[in-house]
């Protein structure tokens, strides 16, 4: 067996994309699945590779990312190494592309740009590499006219958001560029999908409260940092020992986005569980060195510049992992920082627990670290300074949140206060039908007599006798007619009336308003078409031998 990992690393070596440094990793992975399949040899490969895969996950608790190694280490050496690649999967990972990103790789390693970057740079051109394959393209050379159908099958039939079909084409357009030495031409302006302005997600101070106090103990203090000092996750993640300031009461944020350093808040209510936290992490820190995995990465050639560096403790993580791990460059067991996924986890559950009824993520708590110090009076460029902001407009973002909250400006209904009621359930109201046109009442199998015309008012009949209501509503009854094709009785007692012309005195209330309130009882309220009308007695209006009862004006 020995003889064949030698004879697969040297494979490595000459035709995969893979550093020098980890092909260790993946032929310690190899080996580890062909131990497995030497027990399971009733099974092919694919059904071996998954219950290896999942006794890997159930046995170790590894992290997903060593999972995923294990999974492209053994795939490799199957499809690849062992059958010449004849039978690999259509994944991007055939024979014929992995020199063209091993030159990615390198220009994008030359250009200083972060390990996650590269990434994924390397995934989407690799992603655009195996569209070109399934559409019939591999065999001719790579055209402008590729890149454009790529972008079109990503916003099209993938309809992937703005931001993903913009970080596709930078990565195939740095292919081109620092690879392929060539421009694409007139495709800078033209492929780009444009991205309207969105304001932020925040938390204000009573929800972040909330939140915190749901969080479990675990991840409360990384969590509460968020919060406390506006650091993004992979910031609080990168966070090292020396980068805590007790003295001046500040975190130092080295390397952030764009490779810049910079100084925010060290929350003074942090300072003690820090310390805590510290002391305990000292102490897993003395158990790693002597087992002999008490190095942590280094960034850039700190660790050819400073060979005893790794070790020590300032150097060390604050919140690192909970198990050892593999360096995927290096290809060394060392403790690395802790997962980003936990802290998006514990937010996230945090925030169901917590009732919120908004999506709550790691970075969400960091805008609402920004809109509380606006809030709180902080100037808007030591607020910029303390995010890390290279332009002003970015921190202006968060002013569109708070200015509403800020300003005191009240909506015009909040003017109206308890003026504005809602119209009964039964109450209809539609000015687009002609009066004219309506055709007479009918009478419903319930009893209810209904007329089509919407503009009607609402009066309570509970006092009066049903037949006088329906011939009153008929236009039988002595006294005026009140438009009674669209007036409707309901089975309860209630007699909706319209308030167009000629009705209830015979005339129209919207031509002399005044002239009806005068005539009618005091009970009886009588408004324009368009406004609200108020319910009252019908009692009041058509009783006989009533003398409140208005009469006709001569």
Excluded at 94 to 115: D, H, K, T
Excluded at 150 to 169: D, E, G, K, P, W
Excluded at 221 to 232: F, I, M
Excluded at 428 to 439: K, N, V
Aim: proline share 6%; net charge neutral; charged share 25%.
């Amino acid at each position: 067996m020995e003889k064949v990992l030698v004879a697969f690393g040297a494979y490595l070596r000459k035709r995969l994309l893979l550093p020098e440094e980890g092909i260790k990793a993946y032929v310690d992975w190899a080996r580890a699945f062909l131990v497995f399949a030497r027990s399971h040899r009733d099974l092919d490969f694919e059904a071996c590779l998954t219950h290896f895969l999942a006794d890997l996950a159930r046995s170790l608790d590894r992290p997903t990312w060593h999972i995923g190694q294990a999974k492209d280490a053994a795939r490799v050496y199957y499809y690849q190494f062992r059958k010449g690649g004849d039978e690999s999967p259509d994944d991007g990972s055939a024979a014929n592309i992995p020199e063209l990103l091993r030159e990615l790789r390198a220009a994008i390693r030359r250009r200083g740009y972060s390990y996650a970057t590269e990434e994924t740079y390397l995934g989407r051109v690799r992603e655009f590499l195996v569209y070109r394959a399934k559409t019939g393209l591999a065999s001719r050379p790579l055209a402008d006219e590729d890149v454009r159908n790529y972008i079109t099958h990503l916003a099209v039939s993938r309809r992937v958001a703005a931001s993903t079909q913009n970080v596709a084409f930078n990565a195939v357009l740095f292919l081109f560029r620092h690879v392929l030495g060539r421009d694409l031409e007139g495709m800078d302006t033209n492929v780009r999908a444009k991205r309207g302005r969105k304001l932020p997600n925040v938390v204000w101070p009573d929800e972040a409260a909330r939140l915190l106090s749901c969080v479990s103990e675990s991840a409360w203090l990384p969590v509460a940092l968020l919060y406390g000092a506006g650091l993004r996750l992979q910031e609080l993640c990168r966070l090292r020992v020396k980068d805590i300031d007790f003295q001046g009461d500040c975190i130092m944020v080295r390397s952030g986005k764009g490779d810049k350093d910079r100084a925010t808040i060290l929350p003074g209510t942090l300072r003690d569980r820090l310390r805590d936290h510290l002391t305990a992490v000292r102490v897993q820190h003395d158990d790693d060195v002597r087992l002999g995995a008490g190095e942590v990465h280094l960034p850039h050639a700190l660790a050819r510049k400073y060979p005893n560096a790794a070790g020590e403790w300032g150097w060390q993580y604050v919140f690192p992992s909970t198990r050892l791990s593999v360096d995927p460059r290096s290809g060394q067991v060392r403790r690395h920082h802790t997962d980003p996924s936990v802290i998006q986890r514990a937010v996230r559950c945090a925030a169901l627990k917590a009732d919120l009824g908004k999506r709550a993520t790691p970075h969400t708590l960091r805008h609402g670290f920004a809109t509380a110090m606006l809030l709180n009076g902080a100037d808007i460029r030591e607020v910029q300074e303390l995010l890390g902001h290279e332009r002003l407009e970015t921190t202006m973002i968060y002013t569109h949140v708070i200015r509403l909250k800020k300003g005191g400006l009240s909506s015009p209904l909040d003017v109206l206060a308890e003026a504005v009621q809602p119209c009964p359930n039964d109450t209809h109201h539609d000015s687009d039908q002609s009066h004219s046109d309506t055709p007479a009442a009918s009478e419903k199998a319930d009893g209810t007599i209904v007329g089509p015309n919407p503009r009607i008012a609402s009066v309570d009949a509970d006092q009066s006798p049903d037949n006088e209501l329906q011939h009153i509503i008929a236009g039988t009854s002595d006294g005026p007619a009140p438009a009674a094709e669209s007036a409707v009785v309901s089975s309860r007692g209630r007699v909706t009336i319209p308030l167009d012309a000629h009705t209830i005195c015979g005339t129209s209330p919207q031509h002399n308003p005044r002239y009806l309130e005068e005539l009618l009882p005091p009970s009886v309220v009588v408004g324009a078409e368009t406004e609200a009308v108020d319910t009252f007695s019908f009692s009041a209006l058509f009783h006989q031998g009533n003398s409140d009862r208005p009469q006709r004006p001569p």
